[in-house]
C-alpha cells in the first residue's frame, strides 16, 4: 500500500530515494519523507502530499548523505499529515522507521509504551513500532538489529520496514511480513525497495525477504537475514530482476494509464507467447503442468480476488464452465477468509493478483491450504508473495502498470484464464477439435482487434465531453460482458469521480430504472451474442424514460447503432472472448473523462495500487 526505498553504499543516497520514490508514488501519495544518516545523527524530513512537495520541501536542506530511507504513504492509521507522514524517529532521535502494514495490537502496545513514559507526535501505528525498539534496547542492552527482532514477536499484523540508527549510520535493518519488501544487491551497496521499481536502475540481483525475515544490510559486508521467532540465520537466495527500465516511462504518453491502454496489444500477446501455438494445436501453461491432473479432476473451481481481478475472475466463470463444464464459484477475497467457507480437497482455487501483494487474497490462498485445496495463482510481478504462497501458477506477462487504475493487467488476465480455459477443455474432451481449432484461431487474432480498437480514441475522447458535468452513470452488459460492464463502471468511478454502477442488463428493471432520466448516461454492451435481441429491449426500455445511450456494439451493427446517442464500433470476434476487446473503450472513455474533468488520472485520491493492507 505504501511504497518504501532505502539505500546504503558509497552513492549519494538523497537523489535514489527520491527518484525511486517517484516511482513507487502508485502505492500511495498521501504524504512523503525520507531520513538521512548524517555527521549530527538522523535528519528527517518529511510534508503532506506528493514526491515533488518533497523534493521542493528538501531543496534548500542539507541531504547529503551516504544512507537513508524513505517512504510514500497511503494513509490508514491517522489522516495524511505531515506530523503522520513517515520516517517516525524514536524519542531520542535515534531510530528512524518506516513501515508498510498495519499494526493490529497497536493500541495494546501503545498503552504499554505510554505506561512507561514515551509520548506519541502522531496516530499511526508505525510510531509503537520505533518506540518499542527503542524500549527493547534500553531495557534489555541488545543490538538494534536484536531488538527489531524481539520487537516483532510482539506484533499481530502485517509489515514492511526499514529502520535506520544513529549509532550504526551505514546500516539498514529490515523486515517483512505480509508486505513485499526486496532488497537490491550493488557493488558494495544495498538498494531496497517495495518492489524493483526504484531497484532496476542500479542493480538485476535481488533477494526476495520471507514472511519472518528481518535483514541486516552493511556496505561491503554479506546480508545477513535471521528468522524473527527463532533467530536462526537463513542464507539469502539470490535472483535475477525481471523488469527493465525503459518500460517504467511514459513513453511520450501524457500518461501511464494511456500507456498502458495502448500496450494492451503486446502485453496480450506477451501472455500467448509460448503458452499458443495454433500450427501445432498446442495451449500449455508451464506453471501448471505439475498440477494439471489435480485441475482435471477438480470438483469446482473458486476463484478469489478484489477489485479489477475479481472483474477478470467473473469473466473466467462464463469461460471455465462453458468450455472446461466445472462450477465455478467467484469470491471476493475479503468476504471468502471470515464466512467459514466449504473448501475441500478436491476443489482448485485460483488466486488473481495484479501485484501479488493483496492482502485479502493472500489470506484466502492461506485458508484454502490449510483446508487442503490445490491453489493456482495468477498474477504479473514475478516472486511476489502470491507466486511463492500458491503450489503452482502463472504470470501474466503484462510488464509492470504504474497507473493506479488497472487497464493491461486486466486484459493479461483474462488471456491467461483463457488459456487456463482452453488448455484444461480440450484435455478432458469437453470441447469439439473444430470448436477448439476456432477458438485459438480467434484467440490468435485478439491482438491485432484490439490494436484496430485503440484508433477509435479520438471519437472516443469527443463521446468523453457529453459525461463532464454528470453526476452518475450506468454500465449494462449480458453474459459473458457483464462482467465488462462492471469494469468499466469501476473505472470511470475511479478515476473521474463520477458514480458509476455496472448491472446485467435484464437486472435494470428490477430497480436501476428508477434512476433514469434525460440526465443519465447508460452505456451498453451490445456486441453481437446470443441475448442481442434481448439487449436491444433493454435499450429501448432505457429510451423510453428518456435515457442516453452511449453503445458498443459490433462493427457494422445498424439496429443498435441507430438506436444509440453516441455509438463504439468494434472489431467482430467470438463471443467468448469479446470481453478482450470490449473492455477497452470502456477504459479510453473513463481516461478521457477523468482528463477533461480535470483529474489526476494516475494518482486517483483515496486510492493506491497495491492493497497489501486490509
Same mark, same amino acid.
Given at each position: 500500500m505504501c511504497g518504501i526505498v532505502a539505500y546504503t553504499g558509497c552513492k549519494e543516497a538523497y537523489p535514489i530515494l527520491i527518484k525511486g520514490l517517484r516511482r513507487l508514488e502508485y502505492r500511495g501519495y498521501d504524504s512523503a519523507g525520507v531520513a538521512l544518516s548524517q555527521e549530527n545523527g538522523i535528519s528527517v524530513y518529511k510534508c503532506r502530499g506528493t514526491v515533488a512537495d518533497l523534493d521542493e520541501y528538501c531543496s534548500d536542506k542539507n541531504t547529503v548523505s551516504h544512507a537513508g530511507i524513505g517512504h510514500t504513504r497511503w494513509a490508514t492509521h491517522g489522516e495524511p499529515t505531515t506530523q503522520n507522514a513517515h520516517p517516525h524517529l524514536s524519542e531520542d532521535g535515534k531510530l528512524a522507521l518506516i513501515h508498510n502494514g498495519i499494526v493490529e495490537n497497536y493500541l495494546v502496545l501503545k498503552k504499554e509504551l505510554m505506561n512507561r513514559g514515551y509520548e506519541f507526535k502522531s496516530e499511526t501505528d508505525t510510531e509503537v513500532l520505533v518506540h518499542l525498539v527503542e524500549d527493547i534496547i534500553k531495557t534489555e542492552q541488545v543490538s538494534t538489529f536484536e531488538a527489531v527482532r524481539i520487537a516483532l514477536t510482539s506484533v499481530v499484523g502485517t509489515y514492511a520496514l526499514a529502520l535506520l540508527s544513529a549509532d550504526e549510520p551505514d546500516q539498514l535493518i529490515l523486515a517483512k511480513k505480509g508486505s513485499p519488501l526486496l532488497i537490491g544487491m550493488g557493488d558494495n551497496e544495498y538498494f531496497i525497495g517495495s518492489d524493483g521499481t526504484p531497484i532496476v536502475e542500479y542493480t538485476k540481483k535481488v533477494v526476495y525477504l520471507d514472511d519472518g525475515d528481518v535483514a541486516l544490510a552493511r556496505p561491503g559486508k554479506k546480508l545477513e537475514i535471521r528468522n524473527i521467532n527463532d533467530n536462526a540465520k537463513k542464507r539469502p537466495y539470490l535472483q535475477k530482476l525481471e523488469m527493465n527500465l525503459d518500460q517504467l516511462e511514459k513513453g511520450g504518453f501524457e500518461h501511464y494509464m494511456l500507456k498502458e491502454i495502448f500496450e494492451q496489444p503486446k502485453a496480450i500477446?506477451?501472455?500467448? #507467447?509460448?503458452?499458443?501455438?495454433? #500450427?501445432?494445436?498446442?495451449?500449455?501453461?508451464?506453471?501448471?503442468i505439475e498440477y494439471e491432473q489435480k485441475l482435471m479432476n477438480a470438483r469446482r473451481f473458486i476463484?478469489?480476488?478484489?477489485?479489477?481481478?475479481?472483474?477478470?475472475?467473473? $469473466?473466467?466463470?462464463?469461460?471455465?464452465?462453458?468450455?472446461?463444464?466445472?462450477p465455478? =464459484?467467484?469470491?471476493?477475497?475479503? =468476504?471468502?477468509?471470515?464466512?467459514?467457507p466449504l473448501i475441500y480437497e478436491d476443489d482448485v482455487v485460483i488466486a488473481i493478483s495484479q501485484s501479488g501483494e493483496t492482502a485479502d487474497t493472500i489470506a484466502a490462498v492461506e485458508l484454502a491450504k490449510a483446508k487442503g485445496a490445490t491453489v493456482i495463482g495468477i498474477c504479473n510481478v514475478v516472486g511476489s508473495t502470491l507466486a511463492r504462497a500458491t503450489h503452482a501458477g502463472s504470470y501474466t506477462h503484462a510488464g509492470p502498470e504504474i497507473g493506479v487504475a488497472s487497464t493491461k493487467a486486466f486484459t493479461a488476465q483474462v488471456t491467461v484464464l483463457t488459456l487456463m480455459a482452453l488448455g484444461l477443455a480440450r484435455k478432458k474432451g469437453t470441447l469439439s477439435m473444430s470448436e477448439y481449432h476456432t477458438i485459438i484461431n480467434s484467440l490468435e487474432e485478439i491482438p491485432n482487434k484490439v490494436q484496430e480498437t485503440l484508433k477509435l480514441n479520438d471519437q472516443i475522447k469527443e463521446i468523453a465531453k457529453y459525461f463532464v458535468s454528470k453526476t452518475n452513470a450506468i454500465y449494462l452488459g449480458r453474459g459473458i460482458n457483464f462482467p465488462v460492464a462492471l469494469e468499466g463502471a469501476l473505472k470511470l468511478k475511479e478515476i473521474s469521480y463520477i458514480h458509476a454502477e455496472g448491472y446485467p442488463s435484464a437486472e435494470m428493471?428490477?430497480?436501476?430504472?428508477?434512476?433514469?432520466d434525460e440526465e443519465m448516461p447508460v452505456v451498453v454492451l451490445a456486441t453481437e451474442q446470443e441475448t442481442y435481441e434481448k439487449t436491444v429491449s433493454n435499450i429501448q426500455e432505457v429510451i423510453a424514460r428518456k435515457g442516453?445511450?452511449?453503445?458498443? $456494439?459490433? #462493427?457494422?451493427?445498424?439496429? $443498435?447503432?441507430?438506436?444509440?446517442?453516441?455509438?463504439?464500433?468494434?472489431? =467482430?470476434?467470438?463471443?467468448?472472448?469479446?470481453?478482450?476487446?470490449?473492455?477497452?473503450?470502456?477504459?479510453?472513455?473513463?481516461?478521457?473523462?477523468? $482528463?477533461?474533468?480535470?483529474?489526476?488520472?494516475?494518482?486517483?485520491?483515496?486510492l493506491a495500487k497495491s492493497v497489501s493492507v486490509e
Open positions: 500477446r506477451d501472455s500467448m #507467447r509460448g503458452r499458443l501455438n495454433v #500450427r501445432k494445436d498446442v495451449v500449455s501453461l508451464g506453471g501448471i476463484i478469489v480476488a478484489c477489485g479489477t481481478s475479481w472483474h477478470a475472475g467473473n $469473466v473466467a466463470e462464463y469461460l471455465f464452465e462453458n468450455l472446461v463444464r466445472v465455478v =464459484e467467484v469470491e471476493y477475497a475479503s =468476504e471468502f477468509r471470515y464466512r467459514n428493471k428490477h430497480g436501476p430504472i428508477a434512476l433514469i442516453k445511450i452511449i453503445s458498443v $456494439v459490433t #462493427r457494422g451493427d445498424q439496429l $443498435v447503432k441507430a438506436m444509440s446517442d453516441f455509438c463504439i464500433e468494434i472489431p =467482430e470476434t467470438l463471443e467468448l472472448l469479446t470481453p478482450l476487446i470490449s473492455c477497452v473503450p470502456l477504459q479510453l472513455l473513463a481516461y478521457h473523462v477523468a $482528463v477533461l474533468r480535470g483529474c489526476d488520472v494516475d494518482k486517483p485520491r483515496n
